[in-house]
């Protein structure tokens, strides 16, 4: 007779709402062992018993042959003695504080589903809410863990007896599938108009809105993490009116279609683009625009490219696919999805906040009655397509990291207590840790009113609330006009310290290649408080992630911002000073257009700049991009951030491999990166009419050229190779490729990231690694 054993295996990780225990179910069973498995505070855990070869083949497989959506982080397997106990069964979850368990991403729908919605046999046919265990909403409905009905948004909906069955069912790939729903006993949804009066119910309510949006109407459409505004993608009157109506006349709008079939109509798909369009996270990639598409000249005015998602829920197929139907096959689907809120504040939530919020910026609502409990909007990818980029395994620069992807955490090279980084003002996000693990928050945006304060603050709350941490340790930026600064100081409830904001954008990449050696980092961003006072943002530092040590060895040439913030707005300010800088004034030397265009106020910028008043200097790599846009014509005042930075990127002419000086003045310390000649070539070609893409160009190439300067003298300086490359310039596609090209070739080994965006959304990972370090070292 065979020897019986019973082993106890604890596995730690993405295991809960993810199809796991009835994966576990289903191999016991087929092993012939008895036993249970049981979602708990430590993680799933499952006792096995029988023979001791079927156990032993249990304890081998499982973590081999995971279902799609499990990721382990961690997995014991522990000899106990037998019991004696008849068959193999799923236990309630157990209560308790603390876990060891992620909760899954959301996920777009799966094969399966779709065509379970296709057939007219099946009760789920055209219904907006069908899911499985192996797609469909996670984080978004997700109050706490562990991961059961009763803990999502979908406790209010008790399962029929047909969707029973399924969830009992260890056969049905709906087995305790938790958001599971069918039109008897799921959500519903319905169109209504600005008072609320409900104009239809049901699909009818996607295909009355289908037709609406064929008419050139605006809706307001409730998602996975929010609500999105929606027009037809090809109809310019209808997208010029959304862009009055959010105030937005310039930044590119988000376009979902159908199929990859249909996105390859309107940008250049590559494997890579493809992949991110139909994998599981489905985020909005950025393509190369096609010329001569059917989408409105509006929709991406001041880019080369077009930011196309597909589908990733139910309702986003049903929608489409009626509204192919009412476009006709004159032209593509495609649909405008942009962020569902009045410019500054995050996204809507519920039904009543949207009505309100969003009055005057939709003719009509497509509401539902399941909750969204986290706002999270879309991610947003760039991806490269070169053979460089996939050599340097970063094939893709990710500008947002939200849907999708959160909260999968990031894998640091040490463990310790848990930690908080509190993130900066634009772009904020919030990092938790949890032993050797980083939780990066969603995407929350810029903390410049009270409703994205409040995001901000419902955000960390939740995460706390669902990692079941309580940090020993609180790190926050150096500036202390931040809301997120201020948090820090005011909560009182953790100990606070503060890390420099450059300094926490080479953390943060240190963190993601889990790198514990001193780095060279090239931070290249907007403005962030450096040490000395003054704004920094074109830096060469020196970081030691283990002694938690760093030193400034090089910066852009500085230059003035006449009227601060202001002149963050208007470009053709941070022209005249570094014009002023290379003693060019309109009373004695050549008057630009632009500044006899501004008249009055070039003459006010003229006097500041003289008696030096309001006149905060940066190193702003970021600014050093403005002053060049503005100088060539390109862009004198903006209306989102980034925006001169991107009309210069869209110039270049990229024939052109000739780049401008930009000369190293390495007898000074700190070194100075010589970008005001830099800047003076760019003004000089543009007084003597040289084509924009030539100069634009030549600004990129020289740029690059500059920097590997720099990073190839302090390399020789401290015998350090590695190059850590961060800060928001970096999303800078020229920059992206050219620059670890150029230090590859200069012998250095360039660490890019790759997990995260390399704008101020990293910053709180980098200041949660810091910390982590900190406690690390202390203790």
Known sequence: MAEVTRCRHVAAGQVQGVGFRPFVYRLARELGLTGWVQNTPEGVVIEAEGPAEAVSAFSRRLPAELPPLARLLAFS???????????????????????????????????????????????????????????????TITRRVPYDRETTSMACFPLCPDCA????DPADRRFHAQPNACPICGPSLWLADGTGVVLARGTAAVAALAARLAAGQIAAVKGLGGFHLVCDAGDNDAVAELRRRKGRPSKALAVMVP?????????????????????????????????????????????????????????????????????????????????GNAGGDPICLGNREALARLAPLADVWLLHNRDILIRTDDSVARPLETAEAEAAGAPTLFLRRARGYVPTPIRLSHSGPEVVGLGPMLKATVCLTKGDQAFVSQHIGDLENLAALRFYEETL????????????????DLHPDYPSTALALEQGCWPVIRLQHHVAHIHAVLAEHRKDEPVLGLALDGVGLGEDGTLWGGECLLVDPTRLTHQRLGHFAPMALPGGDAAVRQPWRIAQACLYSLGETAEDGPVRPWMTDHGSASRLVGQMLAKNLNCPVTTSCGRLFDAVAAVTGLCLETTYEGQAAILLERAQDLTVDQPYECPLLADQTPAV???????????????????????????????????????????????????????????????????????????????????????????????????LRQLATNN
């Open 77 to 139: 397997a522990t000899p106990v003695p037998p019991t004696g106990e008849a068959g193999f069964h799923i236990l309630a979850s157990a209560p308790g504080s603390g876990h060891d368990v992620l909760i899954s991403p959301d996920v777009a729908t799966c094969p399966d589903c779709l065509a379970d919605m296709a057939d007219p046999g099946n009760r789920r046919h055209r219904y907006p809410f069908t899911n499985c265990t192996n797609c469909g909403p996670r984080y």
């Open 165 to 168: 069955v399924e969830y009992a």
């Open 259 to 339: 199929d990859l079939e249909t996105a390859a109509l309107l940008g250049e798909v590559g494997p890579t683009a493809a992949e991110l369009l139909g994998g599981t996270a489905r985020p909005i990639c950025l393509l190369p625009a096609r010329a001569g598409s059917a989408l409105a000249p509006s929709v991406a005015p001041d880019v080369a490219e077009i930011g196309v998602m597909l589908p990733y829920t139910p309702l986003h197929h049903i929608l489409l696919a009626d509204f192919a139907a009412a476009v006709g096959s004159d032209r593509p689907a495609a649909l405008v999805m942009t962020s």
């Open 461 to 476: 709350e939740h995460l706390l609330s669902v990692l079941g941490v309580t940090p020993k340790l609180c790190v926050a």
């Open 673 to 771: 990166l010589d970008t005001r000649t830099l800047f003076a070539q760019a003004a000089a070609d543009a007084a003597q009419g040289v084509a924009t893409g030539r100069i634009a160009r030549r600004f990129h190439l020289g740029l690059v050229a500059g920097l590997t300067r720099l990073a190839t003298a302090m390399a020789r300086a401290t015998g350090i190779r590695a190059v850590a490359l961060g800060g928001g310039v970096m999303q800078n596609r020229t920059l992206a490729l050219r620059l670890p090209e150029a230090l590859r070739a200069a012998g250095m080994s360039p660490l890019v990231h790759r997990r995260m965006p390399a704008n101020d959304g990293c910053v709180s990972l980098g200041q949660a690694a810091f910390g």
